[in-house]
């Protein structure tokens, strides 16, 4: 599976974006996929993942409410819907799956994930 990060760019606080995380190969919808991020100085940190059907989601409490992630199995596509974009997510972004045999829902560890996307820059000015 080979995943390709898109969609970032420059948004102002308050601003929304739609990233997408587009993947080859055709074990991708046995995966869970992932979005972490990690901004400058900082560990790479979860933001939110979704199960293989799509049917179960999880968000970092700092996006809960403003994030939605979401798929389509038929594109091969994951999306990363984020509005009320603030400064602090300002970061570099990148989608991960994950191999699953169910629609178990991936954790939250980077160490958990076979592959990973290249990332995709957000930056959000005050």
């Known amino acids: 599976v080979q995943l390709q990060a898109s969609g970032g760019g420059l948004v102002q606080t308050g601003g929304s974006l739609r990233l997408s995380c587009a993947a080859t190969?055709?074990?991708?919808?046995?995966?869970?996929v992932a979005w972490f991020r990690q901004a400058p100085g900082k560990e790479r940190e979860f933001v939110s993942v979704?199960?293989?059907?799509?049917?179960?989601?999880s968000y970092a409490d700092f996006v809960k409410g403003r994030f939605t992630i979401s798929r389509d199995n038929a594109k091969n596509t994951v999306y990363l819907q984020m509005n009320s974009l603030k400064p602090e997510d300002t970061a570099i972004y990148y989608c991960?799956?994950?191999?699953?045999?169910?629609?178990?829902?991936?954790?939250?560890?980077?160490?958990?994930?076979?592959?990973w996307g290249q990332g995709t820059l957000v930056t959000v000015s005050s």
């Open positions: 991960a799956a994950k191999s699953v045999i169910s629609s178990v829902l991936p954790g939250p560890e980077r160490r958990g994930y076979d592959y």
């Open positions: 190969g055709r074990l991708f919808s046995r995966c869970g």
């Open positions: 979704i199960s293989r059907s799509g049917g179960s989601t």
